[in-house]
């Protein structure tokens, strides 16, 4: 079954102690990509990924690291959580971007607390 | 499950009807467009897409409209069922300072009154 997996769905955990969400797709896809969401402001990309190696910026990546060491595994990680990184995250993987149709698979998403 | 919008647009219809959720894009160069449906407590999931150069296209009870004179997009659901309520967003492909970049909308929650 095509699937995006993120471990763990919930967490809560203490300012500055460092995170890390892992995202793994079973699918061979090229591009991943990182989002929170947060009421009010829908889906705002973090991080992206073109391939392995190749990482981007994405709209809000203050706060946030990432690394593409493998083509299934795209890990999130907050090395210093702070309270307004409290929101719901999620993975997504797909074909690339410029293709002309484009299907993007998200994963079932982590909820963090920062306190 | 996840409340993944506090003051989303509702729309509520009774089941078997048919319910048509909007969207306003904002770039006019936007070439392609999806629509996505996230159930509580689960990721978005895509349902539908469309290319610029249509205005027009069908799924299975699904139909999304695109009318690019005034940048606005529809999702028609047709005969709702109880399995319909979720929240709906659009997003648009654009050009983004030299890279193509999704663009999400908010979104409006869909309830079916039984």
């Known amino acids: 079954e095509a699937q995006v997996t993120q471990n763990p769905r919930y967490l809560i955990t203490v300012t500055g102690k460092k995170l890390t969400v892992t995202c793994s797709q079973n699918?061979?896809?090229?591009?991943m990509s990182w989002y929170r969401q947060d009421p009010g402001l829908g889906l705002r990309q973090i991080y992206y990924?073109?391939?392995?190696?190749?990482?981007d910026k994405g709209d809000v990546p203050e706060g946030y690291k990432v690394s593409r060491k493998e083509k299934r595994n795209f890990p999130l990680i907050l090395e210093s959580p702070s309270p307004n990184q409290t929101s719901l995250y999620f993975c997504a993987s797909s074909s690339r971007l410029a293709e002309l149709s484009y299907e993007q698979y998200f994963g079932p998403g982590t909820r963090l607390t920062v306190t | 499950g996840e409340s993944v919008g506090l003051h989303l647009p509702t729309l509520s219809v009774q089941e078997g009807d048919n319910s048509i959720i909007n969207c306003a894009y904002s770039?006019?160069?936007?070439?392609?467009f999806i629509w996505y449906k996230q159930e509580s407590g689960k990721g978005p999931q895509f349902i539908i897409d469309?290319?610029?150069?249509?205005d027009k296209r069908q799924g299975q009870r699904v139909t999304v409209l695109l009318n690019k004179t005034v940048k606005h997009l529809s999702l028609q659901i047709a005969a709702t069922q109880p399995g319909d309520s979720a929240v709906y967003f659009c997003?648009?492909?654009?050009?983004?300072?030299?890279?193509?970049?999704?663009?999400f909308g908010q979104g409006t929650r869909l309830t079916i009154n039984p």
């Open positions: 770039n006019s160069a936007s070439d392609y």
């Open positions: 469309i290319r610029s150069n249509m």
């Open positions: 990924s073109m391939n392995v190696e190749v990482t």
């Open positions: 997003a648009e492909r654009a050009l983004i300072q030299g890279a193509q970049k999704l663009v």
């Open positions: 699918m061979n896809h090229e591009y």
